[in-house]
């Protein structure tokens, strides 16, 4: 209990769990710890949160592999989907389902990893109706990332037809996601993973056919010979500059991730001899405006079968283990954190 110190009503305090992470002198930790809704930050609207994910930026922080973190002690968790538990928001009231992606949280605000939030609700999404809160967050970051790449895509105007989509990380929850969306829309997908032995699990998702990153990922001629209508590359680097590089005329690539890094060494030569279109795309600070166009296109083209395939549940005390897993690139599809 806590006393109020300008009156005599004694407060009940509101303790849950979150995963905190936190460097110092002693060095760094991520751990579970007992938090007090009177340490969450301010905001307009407080959630209890049912489903987090780990995506790729999570695992990054939780292991501390790259500066993710800028603010200290911090709640982990860039995703999380529940209930509204109060709100002064005009968009949200007591029992509405939301999601959440991005907006800097798990970086330089508390995030999701916890059993309770306060955020501000213009952040927030309405879950479709057709989703559960756990389907969300099958979803996630990455697979609202997906949705932005394949309608980056659809703007350019590449209709099932026009050719080959290549698919890179496709093993991965941006990957897997978009082989699973781009197949539904009637595309013919190809897959490119370093986990060959993966094949069936691609092909189950709706992939034509599969190839090794290998035949990607070392430096390449700046023009090579023309295959793809269209890319959604979660890879970067030498694997982009390919892609890029094996673009038919008028093709367009969606770029949205890092995993092989954050260099990207090509030419001009496909873009000024090929009119290739080269669009990146942010998840973290998208408008709420295209934020609720993906998941509304989620909710309609995106299999639940295929999207259950995908993925692994894990609980809150879990998160630390699968996040190495994660780093060490032995996760396939996505994890979701039952909070």
């Known amino acids: 209990m806590t006393n109020c110190k300008k009156c005599s009503i004694t407060k009940a305090t509101t303790l849950f769990k979150s995963l905190q992470l936190n460097k110092n002198d002693a060095g760094f930790s991520s751990v579970i710890l007992d938090t007090d809704e009177s340490q969450l930050p301010d905001g307009d ?5 049912e489903f987090s994910t780990l995506n790729y930026k999570d695992g990054l922080a939780i292991t501390n592999a790259a500066p ?61 109706e057709a989703f559960t809160t756990r389907q969300a967050m099958a979803i996630g970051t990455a697979g609202y990332t997906a949705m932005l790449c ?7 105007g590449l209709k099932p037809g ?34 060959v032995d993966e094949s069936d699990y691609l092909m189950q998702l709706g992939a034509s056919s599969v190839i090794d990153r290998a035949v990607l990922s070392a430096p390449g001629k700046p023009l090579q010979k023309e295959r793809w209508a269209g890319v959604v590359d979660a890879v970067g680097s030498h694997t982009l500059a390919n892609a890029c590089a094996q673009m038919r005329y008028g093709g367009v690539v969606a770029a949205c991730g890092l995993a092989q890094g954050a260099d990207f060494v090509a030419t001009v030569m496909p873009f000024i001899l090929r009119s290739v279109t080269l669009v990146g795309i942010d998840s973290v600070m998208a408008p709420l405006a295209l934020r609720q166009q993906a998941w509304e296109r989620l909710a309609q083209d995106l299999d639940p079968a295929k999207l259950e395939s995908m993925v692994q549940q894990v609980t809150l005390n879990q998160t630390v283990e699968k996040a190495h897993e994660l780093m060490a690139g032995k996760i396939r599809g996505r994890v979701i954190v039952k909070l």
Do not use: C, Y
Request: hydrophobic share 45%.
């Open 45 to 49: 609207t407080l959630v209890q949160v």
């Open 68 to 128: 993710v973190v800028r603010s200290w002690p911090m709640v982990a968790g860039i995703d999380g989907a529940g209930t509204v538990i109060e709100s002064s928001h005009p968009d949200w009231s007591v029992g509405q389902r939301f999601v959440h992606n991005g907006w800097g949280l798990g970086e330089t605000r508390w995030g999701l990893m916890s059993q309770r939030a306060r955020l501000q609700g213009q952040w927030l999404v309405h879950l479709p």
């Open 150 to 156: 394949v309608l980056a895509l659809e703007r350019h």
């Open 162 to 195: 026009d050719g080959e989509i290549l698919v890179t990380g496709a093993t991965g929850g941006v990957g897997s996601v978009a082989v699973a969306l781009l197949s539904k829309l009637g595309f013919t997908v190809v897959a490119a993973t370093g986990k």
